[in-house]
């Protein structure tokens, strides 16, 4: 659906487009379940406006099929959400806007394990805090629990928002986050065609897990944390990545992506599941991955990234939107 207006300041509504960039993301980290993420250097860019009405929605790269979606679509869905919180959070009403265009660049492979749902989330919350009238009202707590509310859990959108090496956690306040900045070279995430959708995933989990398990991986979570803020690589590296709670009960659904983690953990490679999968993140350069796994570019997407030290972030005026 598209109508196309001139951008219009309306009851108070930003007049000027707003331009978002907002990082991939890889959860769990192996043995850091539903609480440990880092933000990577692959990112999307959403443009969003109020207009003078309608609805028009361009969507470029990952996701392009779902462009049509009008009120369904993810981003819009969120902007109307954050928009009524801000409505609450402020006492006042200005009014739905009479019309939205959103303009999406979207680099972050869809169902792979790697955020792309937090990138939107996040797009849509911090769009939303710069149109509203009242959006300096959405501070970064209330962003951070909108984000959960809407996504189910905080380990992708908190480092979204914050960047770096996050720790989340939920308490009786509401989900929280710590920031840290990992001593972190690149990173290699090794993308296939396959998707997984993380409902699908997630029904794999059994609802118990032995004692052991359950305290193996909290030790290892321990020193995943203490190696990444350390700088320790090698042996220490790989043990910290070894999980018993998650990858195994996953292996069903993304069979090669399991394999493909242990050939490279046997080879000596901090390798996980990123996220819910079947994406694969090593904790190490695509060259020694080449040189040490070679056959692993055989039906594999090889990206090469960074730890991106900063979340979402609104680019400046007169920045534009590229493919």
């Known amino acids: 659906m598209t109508v196309r207006e001139p951008g219009a300041a309306v009851r108070g509504w930003a007049e000027a487009p707003v331009l978002v960039r907002t990082p991939a993301t890889s959860a769990n980290l192996g043995p850091g379940f539903d609480s440990l993420g880092l933000a990577l250097t692959l990112y999307d860019d959403v443009e969003v406006a109020v207009t003078g009405g309608g609805l028009e929605i361009e969507v470029d790269g990952e ?136 409902e699908q995933a997630r029904g794999l989990l059994p609802e118990t897990v032995p004692h052991g398990d359950a305290a193996a991986n909290a030790g290892r979570a321990a020193l995943l944390i203490a190696a990444l803020s350390g700088g320790l690589g090698g042996d220490v590296l790989l043990a910290a990545t070894e999980d018993r709670l998650h990858q195994d009960h996953r292996a069903p659904a993304m069979p090669e992506s399991a394999a493909l983690v242990a050939r490279l953990r046997a080879a000596g490679l901090p390798a996980v599941i990123s996220g819910a999968g079947p994406t694969v993140l090593v904790f190490t350069s695509a060259a020694q991955v080449d040189s040490m796994c070679a056959e692993v570019g055989n039906g594999w997407h090889i990206h090469p990234l960074n730890v991106a030290p900063d979340g979402a972030r609104v680019r400046h005026h007169g920045s534009s939107l590229r493919p």
């Open 63 to 198: 996701g392009a099929e779902v462009a049509d979606r009008g009120e369904g679509h993810l981003i819009v869905t969120v902007l109307r959400r954050a928009f009524a919180e801000l409505d609450a959070l402020a006492g006042t009403d200005p009014g739905r806007p009479p019309g939205l265009r959103l303009r999406c660049v979207n680099r972050i492979p869809h169902s792979r394990g790697l955020g792309s749902s937090s990138a939107a989330i996040v797009a849509g919350i911090v769009a939303a805090r710069h149109l509203h009238p009242a959006g300096a009202r959405l501070d970064d707590a209330a962003a951070l629990r909108l984000a959960t509310e809407i996504e189910g859990h905080p380990d992708n959108v908190a480092p979204c928002l914050a960047g770096g090496l996050t720790i989340a956690w939920t308490d009786a306040g509401g989900p929280r986050s710590v920031r840290l900045d990992p001593r972190l070279d690149e990173v290699t995430a090794l993308v296939p065609e396959q998707r997984l959708a993380t």
